[in-house]
């Protein structure tokens, strides 16, 4: 079998072979084929695409590549969360906590920041003495003792797909259906969950734009989960502003705590509520979706939710009080005043991200430091009514001068028009091995 046959085949639109998929993924991560060969078939699927057999098959070959995670030891059905990524997204800290306190195993393993959206581990981190890095057998002991345990991504799991990314940031490459839903679910499959549940942003601050490209991408990432025999669904949620109030680390975390004793903003609260509910039903733990949402309301009225949260957080060796908990101290808290009145027509949730990031918040290499302490609390939606002079939010910053820069730039990413905009949904649909739907 030979490299140069398999480039061609894709180049002609032709399917490739189990085997050849096989061929190239292992070949290639042993450094047998030159990156300039793989860029070329790289490429060759960006234009002519993979059929839903090669996707699959991409994406266990990646998925094999490295360590596949055994959980078995673990008691009960784990389901498995991921987003597709967004800005103000701290779901994982709320849900993890919530579906814990219901007796669902929430095992995860989840990443950093990196670009305009935030990082479970990074926020996790922002949190005094909290360990992110757990041995396997420290990690299963937590899990089957409070039902949660979070760490960060082992870098055995797909190695295959982080090499792969790398080449494909490179060489425009990034924007492939195919190669984004193998990329995702390589890791999720390696990461020995029983079920997945997916949340598939789309809007202005996602990476799909478009609803009928995060369907697409949600279906193709459902059948690759029900193929290797994980029940799998996908959430269509917006991206079109940010999620909640807080974008950032530790103002995360301080929203996240909110939401988990039933103070959080609308728009959080219930898309935690939903995922939750979901991931109850994933596991067998409620038969319908109406006595899923009830479980989940009352894990957060009747505070088992925000223990579990506490217990979680003290089980990894962080430092937390609840009652009193509060952000990182910035040495800055600078007001965003509005320069005008109106209503809030749109925002652009990317600019919004890539903001923040400037800040500290984020960065452009995974080497690179995070400052916890700094980010931004926009308090105002889309739709809301504003007058000139009014606070739209504020910017945390250890440094004036950015907090400025920052401040400018927040305000260009929102347009304010005297015509009341029609309001979004915040969640769209859902796929399931039936197909899309909408849902209220």
């Given amino acids: 079998m030979r490299m140069y046959d398999i480039i061609l085949n894709k180049r ?48 266990y070959s990646m998925a094999k590549s490295g360590e596949i995670i055994d959980l078995s030891c673990i008691q009960g059905v784990k389901v498995d969360k991921h987003s597709t990524g967004g800005v103000g997204d701290k779901t994982t800290l709320i849900v993890g906590p919530i579906v814990a306190s219901c007796g669902i195993p929430f095992a995860k393993m989840s990443g ?41 991504q082992s870098q055995d799991i797909a190695p295959a797909d982080k090499k792969l990314y790398a080449l494909r940031d490179v060489t425009a490459t990034v924007d492939s259906l195919p190669l984004i839903a193998s990329s995702i679910m390589s890791k999720k499959l390696a990461s020995g969950s029983d079920a997945i549940l997916l949340d598939v942003k789309v809007g202005n601050g996602a990476f799909m734009k478009k609803l009928d490209e995060a369907i697409e991408l949600a279906e193709i990432m459902v059948e690759i989960g029900q193929a290797n025999g994980k029940p799998t669904i996908a959430l269509i949620t917006d991206m079109n502003q940010p999620l909640g109030k807080a974008i950032g680390n530790s103002v995360e975390v301080a929203e996240a705590i909110d939401t988990l004793v039933g103070e959080g903003p609308d728009d959080l609260n219930r898309l935690c509520t939903i995922i939750s509910a979901y991931m109850l039903l994933l596991s067998g733990v409620s038969k319908s979706l109406t006595e899923a949402k009830i479980m989940v309301k009352n894990a957060v009225k009747q505070g088992s939710a925000i223990k579990k949260f506490e217990q979680f957080v003290c089980s990894q060796g962080g430092h937390i009080d609840i009652d009193n908990f509060r952000a990182q101290s910035a040495d800055h808290i600078v007001p965003i005043i509005s320069n ?97 739907k909408v849902i209220e």
């Fill in 12 to 59: 002609e639109g032709k399917k490739l072979t189990t085997k050849e998929i096989e061929y190239f993924v292992d070949n290639y991560i042993k450094g047998a084929i030159p990156d300039y060969q793989a860029a070329s078939l790289l490429m060759a699927i960006f234009l002519n695409g993979l059929s839903k057999k090669e996707t699959i098959d991409l994406t």
């Fill in 112 to 152: 950093r920041s990196l670009g305009h959206t935030g990082g479970t581990i990074d926020k996790l981190e922002s949190i005094d003495g909290f360990k992110v890095n757990l041995s396997k057998e420290d990690f299963i002991k937590n899990v089957n003792k409070n039902k949660i345990s979070i760490i960060s």
């Fill in 340 to 436: 005008k009145s109106g209503y809030i027509h749109t925002i652009d949730t990317y600019g919004i991200g890539m903001s923040v990031k400037s800040l500290g918040a984020g960065r452009d290499k995974k080497e690179d430091p995070i400052n916890y302490s700094v980010g931004l609390v926009l308090n105002k939606k889309v739709g809301d009514c504003i007058k000139q002079g009014d606070i739209l939010g504020n910017v945390y910053s250890n440094d004036k001068a950015k907090a400025e820069n920052a401040i400018n730039s927040i305000i260009n990413c929102i347009r304010i028009d005297n015509i009341k905009p029609v309001p979004t949904k915040l969640i769209y649909g859902l796929v399931d091995e039936h197909g899309y």
